[in-house]
């Protein structure tokens, strides 16, 4: 019996390492080690997974993760093998890896042995890193290095503007604004649950001032647009309750749409928000906000898609544009994998995401995958990161009765 306890308090902390790994291992792209693009070090630690299943004893446990996530691998192999002789398993491998690590870290979260206040401070530590990450880059530009500093992830990039965009610990900024947006949301969302009530935006800054104070330097000084929908984003969580005060600030930013400012983040969603009132919204975006269009008009292609079509049910198969420009930019580029594996299989993927990982459709969740990730689960780390921290909100989330009970008796001690 003793050696029983000892062997599952051994495999308690196991399990804590583990899941911490893959969660950092998903909130930062070391450049010098895992490059710009498919990093061996995550495609390493994500052929690991299996092995953890099995050692765990995961692997005889039904779950939703395990269903919805390998129902909808079957049918993009399905789909993919009727639309096209030549199926992209490569690409069907790749998503794989990512069910297969989010099934340990979902079984693993749903095993009870996870505390939240390890999540929490797990969060807290990837915030501040980036924070400090983002100081440092910033310094070394000002000072005048522009040489790479590999153990930095300093590369000094310049856009055609001639503006510093500092990536943090990600591969490019874009990617550091949407992972610390859901990073710090994650903190706000566990201390919610932590506490017994949602926190504001005095509370934040008073009880957590280096990760509040970090994030909004962050989001500012990266230069990059998607850090200031990550802004409004946060600053609707601060601010659902009073709507009044979310309605004026919003009213402000559509004004604000319309004025001649000297910020580039704020001039490229000027850009946005003007062109959807052209007559040609599609060609508007990729005349005036290129970068934008490339995340936009999957939406408005995918309205517009022939629901009377097979290829947009069991989608196209392997797409064979090499031109990078004429990809990106195409009337048949969809959402998420609509365009290779159809509607069918991106239909499975949603399921999976509402299954697993977002409580309710109409929620903060719902906006950050939209505006975030295009709705889209892909195979982008910083996507299943998003996806990770969602699904431990809602295990928090569900079992907060039991979390809150727990820390009120440990109050009492203290007492």
């Not at 390890?118 to 880059?137: C, H, N, S």
Request: charged content about 15%.
């Amino acid at each position: 019996m003793p050696n029983q306890i000892i062997q599952d308090k051994e495999f308690s902390n196991a399990k804590n390492v583990v899941i911490c790994i893959y969660i950092v291992l998903m909130s930062v792209q070391l450049v010098a080690i895992e490059g710009f693009s498919v990093s061996p070090l995550k495609v390493l630690a994500m052929l690991l997974t299996p092995l953890f299943i099995i050692r765990f004893g995961y692997h005889m446990v039904a779950t939703d993760a395990a269903f919805y996530g390998i129902a909808n691998l079957i049918l993009m192999a399905v789909c993919a093998s009727f639309a096209s002789p030549i199926v992209a398993w490569d690409r069907i491998g790749y998503r794989a890896m990512y069910v297969f690590m989010f099934i340990l870290v979902y079984c693993i979260m749903y095993d009870g042995c996870v505390k939240l206040a390890l999540i929490k401070r797990l969060l807290v530590v990837l915030m501040i890193a980036y924070g400090v990450i983002f100081l440092i880059q910033h310094a070394l530009y000002l000072v005048g290095v522009r040489s790479q500093i590999f153990f930095l992830n300093y590369y000094a990039s310049i856009t055609m503007n001639g503006v510093f965009k500092p990536n943090g610990l990600a591969c490019e900024p874009s990617h550091s604004a949407r992972i610390i947006t859901v990073i710090y949301w994650g903190i706000l969302k566990l201390s919610e649950i932590e506490l017994g009530k949602r926190i504001s935006f005095k509370h934040a800054f008073m009880d957590m001032p280096y990760c509040s104070i970090m994030f909004f330097i962050s989001m500012i000084a990266m230069g990059s647009a998607t850090g200031m929908i990550g802004i409004l984003l946060i600053l609707l969580y601060f601010f659902n309750r009073n709507f009044i005060l979310f309605f004026i600030a919003f009213v402000g930013f559509i004004l604000m749409m319309g004025m001649e400012i000297e910020n580039t983040q704020i001039r490229r969603l000027q850009n946005v928000f003007n062109s959807f009132f052209s007559d040609d919204v599609s060609e508007t975006l990729k005349n005036k906000e290129g970068s934008g269009a490339v995340r936009i008009m999957p939406f408005i292609n995918t309205f517009k898609m022939d629901f009377f079509s097979a290829s947009t049910w069991i989608g196209q198969g392997s797409v064979s544009e090499t031109n990078f420009l004429k990809k990106v930019f195409s009337e048949s580029r969809y959402l998420g994998d609509i365009t290779s594996f159809g509607l069918i299989s991106y239909l499975t993927s949603q399921f999976f995401v509402y299954k697993c990982c977002i409580r309710k459709f109409f929620s903060i969740e719902t906006l950050l995958f939209l505006l975030l990730a295009t709705f889209s689960v892909g195979s982008v780390y910083y996507t299943w990161l998003m996806l990770m921290i969602f699904m431990i909100v809602k295990y928090f989330e569900e079992h907060k009765t039991n979390i809150i009970a727990t820390e009120s008796i440990k109050t009492h001690e203290k007492e």
